[in-house]
């Protein structure tokens, strides 16, 4: 249901300060056109130093802040939704959304935000609470990847950067701000933000307020989804100050606030249950950056941060079992990464970038009941400790070899008001890579990694009742889990392609991925026990590609993915439905315009333990266009206008619970100054 708050109030008084419409901006230089997404971007994720999207040997992907604009996006879904191994699970409701990379889903994926890790799980709830209009670039690198991330980096690493100064002003600008709203159809979403920046003797600063109000999703066809409106506010605080050149200090603020009605199992179907919910997060990291090209053994990157999820809930309809309810949530996390990156020469024929780096980190959890301690989530307390190697040595400039390995010590203990035993453990995990420029235009790459994830602390303590009948045991012997993968590709990159000055991108991999010790609940008649249980094996193709051709852009992605459970001979739940998605668009100068189109095809999944569901293939097609003009009394405006689900087809995504949403028309309106 739609709700109110106070936040609209200063958002809008915010909005309510900038000049008329159609007032001109004194000094404002001419503005190019509409930018679209750059066809080979630069990830630093995949390797931990630069290097350009298809130089990558692995799969990765990138989302731009180009298409983060285009896309006008509600949640973290409309940003992944179309990369090829991506999904979010869990569907619409406001914290449901579940990442799945290449088939897993929940810790196994690892989600880092301004170089903070987001540890957050808790039953059937989501993990990314972020308003993500403000994002610069998603990072994606997919497969196993412990060795430069440790713990959790089973599935693959999901990287979140926000925008800066940088990312908002136009050349010679010191300083300025812009206003936004925006309208949704789908679930009735408005939306008011402000954004103020600047950038003055090497000091840059940016503060932005963002307040969404949203009602029921709609289905397609007719029909709504109970319970899954929000009013959500959320800030960012990003400061950085240059002292010298390549050296850089910089500091992120992140906070986050979504009220709203829902069911204390958002990622299920469940209708019973409403809870008047506060999800709370704030992240905040400090970073130093310092590389001097004339010292080449020096790139160092440094990052401290804190996070903090806190979940409040109360039951609006108690039931006989458990009267007045009062739930309670909190996780915390502390930590550090260092990495440094040293350059040097063997021979006129072998170079090195050798990187290498130690990480650690402090987590607390901690659950309450009508305040009193709450065993199904535990007092409890962990630390992990890491170190890193890494070389990546090139042979005549067009053969690559990546070595590297990793080191974790990881320690749990129960807390006061929780039961078990401690737990300390450690872990190498082993990496080797090997890429091949055959030509300036074709390379082929091939890897094997092992990765590994530590058991959660709500694995290992939780206790008290799971439903009526039922309690959950502890067990502390839980094993981590472990994956290898062994993983093929082959990369073209053509320049002149089809025609002159067009380029083409191209990748398709791979891969086959045995994992061990899944850690899944055991449930009797009467308990339920975090055990090790389960081999699986998974693997596919994946398929990613991009064209620019003067004004005309495009991208194709596509995934078919297999699983399979080992122990009981059953396909995998957790593995989505084979998939293609396409992006075509024109940039139209001489009318400052941008328009294109989107199409999504999903295949039936069938391929379903007994006892799941199955689910119908769909094809999805999408609108946009974007006016950004670039003279005259709206010079500094910009419009976008798109339709999501152009046909109001009704369908159900394989990893969500509930029907996805209908048609949406979607506005949004910003002006800088």
Request: net charge positive; proline share 6%.
């Given at each position: 249901?739609?709700?109110?708050?106070?936040?609209?109030?200063?958002?809008?008084?915010?909005?309510?300060?900038?000049?008329?419409?159609?007032?001109?901006t004194?000094?404002?230089?001419?503005?190019?056109?509409?930018?679209?997404?750059?066809?080979?971007?630069?990830?630093?994720?995949?390797?931990?130093?630069?290097?350009s999207?298809?130089?990558?040997?692995?799969?990765?992907?990138?989302?731009?802040?180009q298409?983060?604009?285009?896309?006008?996006?509600?949640?973290?879904?409309?940003?992944?939704?179309?990369?090829?191994?991506?999904?979010?699970?869990?569907?619409?409701?406001p914290?449901?959304g579940?990442?799945?990379?290449?088939?897993?889903?929940?810790?196994?994926?690892?989600?880092?935000?301004d170089?903070a890790?987001?540890d957050?799980?808790?039953g059937?709830?989501?993990?990314?609470?972020?308003?993500?209009?403000?994002?610069?670039?998603?990072?994606?690198?997919?497969?196993?990847?412990?060795?430069?991330?440790?713990?959790?980096?089973?599935a693959?690493?999901i990287?979140?950067?926000?925008r800066?100064?940088?990312?908002?002003?136009?050349?010679?600008?010191?300083?300025?701000?812009?206003?936004?709203t925006?309208?949704?159809?789908?679930?009735?979403?408005?939306?008011?933000?402000?954004?103020?920046?600047?950038?003055?003797?090497?000091?840059?600063?940016?503060?932005?307020?963002?307040?969404?109000?949203?009602?029921?999703?709609?289905?397609?066809?007719?029909?709504?989804?109970?319970?899954?409106?929000?009013?959500v506010?959320?800030?960012?605080?990003?400061?950085?100050?240059?002292?010298?050149?390549?050296?850089?200090?910089?500091?992120?603020?992140?906070?986050?606030?979504?009220?709203?009605?829902?069911?204390t199992?958002?990622?299920?179907?469940?209708?019973?249950?409403?809870?008047?919910?506060?999800?709370?997060?704030?992240?905040?990291?400090?970073?130093?950056?310092?590389?001097?090209?004339?010292?080449?053994?020096?790139?160092?990157?440094?990052?401290?941060?804190?996070?903090?999820?806190?979940?409040?809930?109360?039951?609006?309809?108690p039931?006989?079992?458990?009267?007045?309810?009062?739930?309670e949530?909190a996780?915390?996390?502390?930590?550090?990464?260092?990495?440094?990156?040293?350059?040097?020469?063997?021979?006129?024929?072998?170079?090195?970038?050798?990187?290498?780096?130690?990480?650690?980190?402090?987590?607390?959890?901690d659950?309450?009941?009508?305040?009193?301690?709450?065993?199904?989530f535990?007092?409890?307390?962990?630390?992990?400790?890491g170190?890193?190697?890494?070389?990546?040595?090139?042979?005549?400039?067009?053969?690559?070899?990546?070595?590297?390995?990793?080191?974790?010590?990881?320690?749990?203990?129960?807390?006061?008001k929780?039961?078990?035993?401690?737990?300390?453990?450690?872990?190498?995990?082993?990496?080797?890579?090997g890429?091949?420029?055959?030509?300036?235009?074709?390379?082929?790459?091939?890897l094997?990694?092992?990765?590994?994830?530590?058991?959660?602390?709500s694995?290992?303590y939780?206790?008290?009742?799971?439903?009526?009948?039922?309690?959950?045991i502890?067990?502390?012997?839980?094993?981590?889990e472990?994956?290898?993968?062994?993983e093929?590709?082959?990369?073209?990159?053509?320049?002149?392609?089809?025609q002159?000055?067009?380029?083409?991108?191209?990748?398709?991999?791979?891969?086959?991925?045995?994992?061990?010790d899944?850690?899944?609940?055991?449930?009797?008649?009467?308990?339920?026990?975090?055990?090790?249980?389960?081999?699986?094996?998974?693997?596919?193709?994946?398929?990613?590609?991009?064209?620019r051709?003067?004004?005309?852009?495009?991208?194709?992605?596509?995934?078919?993915?297999?699983?399979?459970?080992?122990?009981?001979?059953?396909?995998?739940?957790?593995?989505?439905?084979?998939?293609?998605?396409?992006?075509?668009?024109?940039?139209?100068?001489?009318?400052?315009?941008?328009?294109?189109g989107?199409?999504?095809?999903?295949?039936?999944?069938?391929?379903?333990?007994?006892?799941?569901?199955?689910?119908?293939?769909?094809?999805?097609?999408?609108?946009?266009?974007?006016?950004?003009?670039?003279?005259?009394p709206?010079?500094?405006?910009?419009?976008?206008?798109?339709?999501?689900?152009?046909t109001d087809?009704?369908?159900?995504?394989?990893?969500?619970?509930?029907?996805?949403p209908?048609?949406?028309?979607?506005?949004?309106?910003?002006?800088?100054?």
């Amino acid at each position: 249901m739609k709700r109110s708050g106070s936040a609209v109030v200063m958002v809008m008084a915010a909005l309510s300060t900038s000049d008329a419409l159609g007032q001109a901006t004194p000094g404002l230089p001419d503005q190019a056109q509409v930018p679209v997404a750059p066809l080979d971007p630069v990830t630093v994720t995949g390797t931990r130093t630069e290097r350009s999207l298809y130089d990558v040997p692995g799969s990765a992907s990138t989302v731009s802040k180009q298409t983060v604009d285009f896309r006008m996006p509600q949640r973290i879904d409309d940003l992944l939704r179309d990369l090829p191994g991506v999904e979010i699970g869990g569907g619409p409701r406001p914290g449901a959304g579940e990442p799945n990379v290449r088939g897993l889903e929940g810790e196994r994926v690892l989600i880092r935000l301004d170089g903070a890790r987001q540890d957050f799980q808790s039953g059937h709830k989501g993990r990314i609470f972020l308003d993500p209009d403000l994002i610069k670039q998603v990072d994606v690198v997919r497969g196993p990847n412990s060795v430069l991330y440790g713990s959790g980096a089973l599935a693959g690493v999901i990287n979140i950067t926000t925008r800066d100064a940088t990312d908002f002003l136009r050349p010679g600008e010191k300083a300025g701000y812009r206003v936004k709203t925006g309208f949704q159809s789908v679930n009735d979403m408005a939306m008011a933000q402000v954004v103020g920046f600047a950038n003055v003797a090497g000091f840059d600063l940016l503060g932005g307020l963002t307040y969404r109000n949203s009602g029921n999703y709609s289905f397609g066809g007719k029909g709504h989804l109970a319970n899954s409106g929000a009013e959500v506010v959320s800030g960012l605080v990003k400061a950085g100050y240059t002292f010298q050149p390549g050296q850089r200090l910089g500091l992120s603020l992140i906070a986050f606030d979504d009220r709203d009605v829902s069911t204390t199992a958002p990622n299920t179907a469940a209708t019973t249950a409403p809870a008047d919910r506060t999800t709370q997060q704030f992240t905040g990291s400090i970073s130093y950056d310092h590389r001097d090209p004339n010292l080449p053994w020096l790139d160092l990157k440094a990052v401290a941060y804190h996070n903090r999820v806190y979940i409040r809930e109360r039951l609006l309809r108690p039931s006989p079992f458990t009267g007045p309810r009062l739930d309670e949530t909190a996780l915390r996390t502390t930590g550090a990464d260092v990495q440094n990156t040293s350059r040097f020469k063997v021979s006129d024929a072998v170079s090195v970038a050798l990187t290498y780096g130690v990480d650690g980190r402090i987590e607390t959890t901690d659950g309450e009941r009508n305040n009193n301690p709450r065993p199904e989530f535990p007092d409890a307390r962990g630390r992990v400790a890491g170190a890193f190697v890494q070389p990546e040595i090139r042979f005549w400039n067009s053969v690559s070899l990546t070595p590297g390995v990793r080191f974790d010590y990881y320690y749990r203990a129960p807390g006061s008001k929780s039961v078990g035993a401690t737990l300390s453990e450690s872990r190498v995990s082993p990496r080797i890579g090997g890429q091949w420029d055959v030509t300036k235009w074709f390379s082929v790459y091939a890897l094997y990694a092992e990765a590994f994830r530590a058991p959660s602390l709500s694995e290992l303590y939780v206790s008290g009742t799971h439903f009526p009948g039922n309690r959950f045991i502890p067990n502390p012997n839980l094993k981590p889990e472990i994956g290898k993968n062994k993983e093929i590709g082959i990369t073209f990159k053509f320049d002149d392609a089809v025609q002159t000055g067009d380029q083409l991108r191209l990748r398709v991999s791979g891969f086959h991925t045995n994992y061990r010790d899944f850690i899944d609940l055991l449930v009797t008649a009467t308990t339920t026990t975090p055990t090790n249980v389960t081999r699986a094996t998974i693997y596919g193709v994946e398929f990613e590609g991009g064209y620019r051709s003067g004004n005309w852009f495009g991208s194709l992605g596509a995934a078919l993915i297999r699983g399979e459970n080992k122990v009981t001979n059953q396909p995998l739940a957790s593995i989505p439905g084979d998939k293609v998605a396409l992006t075509v668009g024109r940039q139209i100068p001489e009318w400052d315009l941008v328009i294109g189109g989107r199409a999504k095809v999903v295949a039936h999944q069938h391929r379903v333990p007994t006892g799941t569901s199955r689910t119908g293939g769909y094809a999805l097609f999408d609108l946009f266009l974007s006016w950004q003009p670039s003279d005259g009394p709206l010079r500094g405006a910009r419009f976008d206008v798109g339709i999501d689900n152009l046909t109001d087809k009704r369908y159900r995504d394989h990893l969500t619970p509930n029907l996805d949403p209908g048609r949406n028309f979607k506005l949004a309106a910003s002006f800088q100054f």
